[in-house]
């Protein structure tokens, strides 16, 4: 892959001292650019797998993994099923993962484009991607709106480890004070 243009976040968080673990894909994403630790993994269940050995083994930093099944597997070859399928999978692990999350952990769920199952063709989908923000103390509740990118994720995780964020935009946590 073509390394990213400096500056970006992975690169910034490690260059202050956060360790950056990239779990399956996002190392290679990212040209290995600000990644501190990389983790093998291949297909949702390995991925998840590695995540919550992060958590459980008291590992800490910024964590970046990435559901490919989702993209690869169901959603490019428009498997309604196993897309499901994934999706009641993913919601099992991550009520398991945010138990194992402390107080201080924060856990942000986006996708990077569309790939709805349901579409016709094989290329990506144009509809919005969610944005979902939680943490043990978060009042649940709160709709950030229809956002344009991703650099309110950026600000939030900036934030998140107490370094400045004016570069990648505004964080999610100063638009409410639940956040």
């Known amino acids: ?61 910024f964590f970046m993994a ?11 070859r428009r498997d309604v099923r196993g897309f499901a399928a994934a999706l009641e999978e993913a919601d099992r692990f991550l009520q398991r993962f945010c138990a194992a999350l402390g107080e201080n952990d924060w856990l942000i769920v986006t996708a990077d484009h569309g790939c709805d199952p349901t579409f016709t063709g094989t290329d990506h989908t144009r509809e919005y991607t969610p944005v979902l923000l939680w943490n043990k103390t978060l ?21 998140l480890f107490g ?3 004016r570069q990648y935009g505004e964080s999610y946590r100063n638009e409410e004070e639940n956040l």
């Open 1 to 61: 892959s073509v390394a990213p243009p400096d500056g970006h976040l992975l690169q910034y968080l490690s260059q202050n001292g956060v360790k950056v673990t990239a779990i399956g894909k996002i190392s290679d994403i990212f040209a290995g650019s600000g990644v501190t630790r990389s983790v093998e993994a291949h297909g949702n269940a390995e991925v998840m797998q590695a995540l919550m050995a992060g958590a459980c083994d008291g590992d800490t930093g």
């Open 139 to 159: 009042q649940a509740g709160y709709h950030l709106g229809t956002r344009h990118g991703f650099t309110g994720i950026a600000a939030t995780v900036a934030q």
């Open 163 to 165: 370094l400045p964020h």
């Open 66 to 76: 990435n559901l490919v099944d989702f993209d690869m597997v169901y959603g490019h």
